[in-house]
């Protein structure tokens, strides 16, 4: 067997194998080394394998079929092992006259005769396999193909293994890509060209990357505006149109700061005093809904305010004077239980103790008024007790001075 592979050994060249025909046929002879737990001799090993190259992939699909003869090694028997297998083939750039290879992919085994004396052996089993190899081609359709195929199979709760050393010829045939024939390249005609400066910046126009600059600018030796940055907001000072912006800002294309409507009521971010008006509620010209309500809860039966709505009055407070330029009427509400007069001097109590907070935490009197409601205006169901609880309420109007 030696003296056979020598032979196209000695029969090779140095002509590149061509890879555009479709189909290559292998006709394939080697020997098989068994793993001793099944108690198989080694033996030889016969088949071939059908490779297809008409898809656009790296990755060539490859069928291969392997027919052997073995013995046993305890008792007379012997087998046929027939083997199926479907690989994924790739093959590397060319080494020489050597073309490189590598394969993987699932196969079947059959066994005519499963016996051992020693363990189980399974006569059909599948397989995962892996190898390389490589061509060495003769002319552009015929090659000397040798592989190293390794074979996993999960034999009777264990795994046993194979090793086929393989060679063949290796032979391409079918259709053939057509090559598209040289294109003539036809001299390039250079007209003279007429050098000038148009942007009078000193940088002839043929060398000329901003050839309109304005007037006077100081260039650099492509002719582009000697620039900088000058608020380090990423943005060039030649096309900043915001020369001044803070630190930190997001800013669009022209280095101005990148506006919004966060809470959807039509008024800029940067123009919106009232950030958080609730969805809906009309709002002025600053972004601020004309009346508020109040969420300010009293002791029962009283215009003592309960300490866990101090924080609401001191935010109310904060807004007033952050905005000297509103003014607000506290308006006072309650619910329909009790006598209407009763209610009436209730609400105008509670009214006049948020104005009154209010003026302790700064805010000037003339800007602030009370009012009571009494039990008038319901914006709920007196009926229920949620109902009653949203109508128990303080509301400040805005008005701007």
Do not use: W
């Amino acid at each position: 067997m030696k003296r056979l592979l020598l032979i196209p050994a000695l029969m090779l060249g140095t002509v590149a194998m061509a890879t555009d025909y479709n189909y290559e046929i292998t006709p394939l002879i080697g020997y098989n080394v068994a793993e001793g737990n099944i108690d198989l001799d080694n033996y030889a090993t016969f088949g071939a394998e059908l490779q297809y190259n008409g898809f656009d992939s790296v990755i060539k699909p490859e069928l291969s079929i392997l027919y052997s003869k073995a013995d046993y090694s305890v008792g007379n028997a012997d087998t046929d092992v027939y083997r199926f297998a479907l690989n994924g083939v790739y093959e590397y750039d060319k080494v020489g006259s050597i073309i490189p290879l590598a394969k993987a992919g699932i196969g079947y085994e059959k066994m005519s005769d499963a016996y051992t004396s020693t363990t189980g052996n399974e006569s059909d089993c599948g397989f995962i396999d892996a190898g390389i190899g490589a061509k060495i081609p003769f002319n552009d359709m015929i090659a000397l193909k040798l592989e190293a195929v390794y074979m996993l199979k999960y034999n009777d709760n264990r795994y046993d293994s194979n090793l086929a050393v393989l060679a063949g010829l290796n032979i391409a045939f079918g259709p053939k890509s057509q090559k598209a024939a040289p294109v003539k390249e036809e001299p390039v005609v250079v007209a003279a060209v007429v050098d000038g400066d148009d942007d009078k910046d000193g940088v002839l126009n043929s060398q000329d990357k901003c050839p309109n600059t304005p007037a006077g600018s100081r260039v650099d030796v492509k002719g582009c505006f000697l620039d900088g940055d000058d608020d380090n907001d990423g943005i060039l000072n030649s096309a900043d149109a915001c020369l001044a912006t803070a630190a930190g800002i997001t800013v669009d294309a022209k280095g101005c700061k990148v506006d919004g409507d966060d809470d959807k009521d039509g008024v800029l971010n940067s123009k919106d005093i009232c950030p958080n008006t609730p969805l809906g509620d009309s709002v002025n010209s600053d972004g601020c809904p004309a009346k508020v309500t109040l969420h300010v809860k009293f002791e029962n039966n009283s215009d003592v305010v309960n300490q866990e709505s101090f924080d609401i009055i001191g935010k109310y407070a904060d807004f007033l004077n952050n905005y000297s330029s509103y003014s607000a009427k506290i308006i006072g509400y309650t619910d329909s239980r009790g006598s209407e007069n009763y209610n009436q001097k209730l609400s105008e109590k509670r009214a006049n103790a948020i104005k009154s907070m209010l003026l302790e935490k700064g805010v000037p009197a003339n800007r602030l008024s009370s009012v009571g409601m009494g039990e008038a205006s319901p914006v709920a169901d007196n009926s229920t007790k949620e109902g009653r609880a949203q109508n128990r309420r303080i509301e400040a109007e805005l008005t701007k001075n």
